[in-house]
């Protein structure tokens, strides 16, 4: 006996033309498909920043606090540096070619520092101890020498940050 098989958007049989493991009747279909998961994928990544957000508004306060208790006055931002074992790689950072970046808010900023002024959380992608530096407000933004000997501050949430440069794995655990 034969069974339609119906497509997974608008319900309607999938034709008999189309292979068995069919999902969608037409390629209308598969591209409103497509569309549903990367609608649904953005939504996951907005409501898992709010968690974030919100589970460590405390630690965000202390932080920012932290932060400009120790910023020397001609300090526009800071980066924080993880150490992967061979070499330091500071966050945030963008790869060649990239214009822009996310913020854990989700906007979107050509600067490669988090400011300091409005606080903007980093967006790391382990939760391990980083090293902080702070970059000068007047454009290039370079980094400013290190005022305190070495400032060292564990993050304790992670969030994807898209392709690195080096593999998370290679991060020491006495680093995390």
């Known amino acids: 006996m034969y069974e339609a098989l119906c ?15 069919a999902k969608y009747c037409d390629k209308k279909c598969k591209n ?8 649904a994928e953005r939504l996951r ?11 460590h508004e405390l630690w965000f306060a202390v932080f920012h606090r932290e932060l400009m208790r120790a910023a020397p006055p001609e300090a526009g931002g800071y980066q924080l540096g993880l150490w992967t074992g061979q070499s330091t790689h ?3 950072s963008l790869r060649t070619g990239q214009k822009y970046r996310h913020t854990l808010r989700g906007r979107r900023t050509e600067q490669a520092f ?3 002024t409005p606080f903007e959380p ?14 000068q407000k007047i454009p290039p933004h370079p980094p400013l020498p290190s005022v305190i000997k070495t400032w060292r501050k564990k993050v304790p949430y992670a969030v994807p940050c898209g392709p690195l440069p080096f593999n998370l794995r290679t991060v020491p655990h006495d680093a995390r």
């Open 45 to 55: 990544r907005k409501l898992d920043a709010d968690r974030i957000i919100q589970a």
């Open 114 to 116: 988090f400011a300091l």
């Open 7 to 21: 497509c997974a958007i608008c319900r309607e049989p999938i034709p008999a033309t189309r292979a068995l493991s």
């Open 90 to 92: 500071w966050f945030p």
């Open 122 to 135: 980093p967006t790391v992608p382990i939760a391990a101890w980083y090293e902080v530096r702070y970059v």
């Open 32 to 39: 409103k498909a497509l569309t549903l998961e990367r609608h």
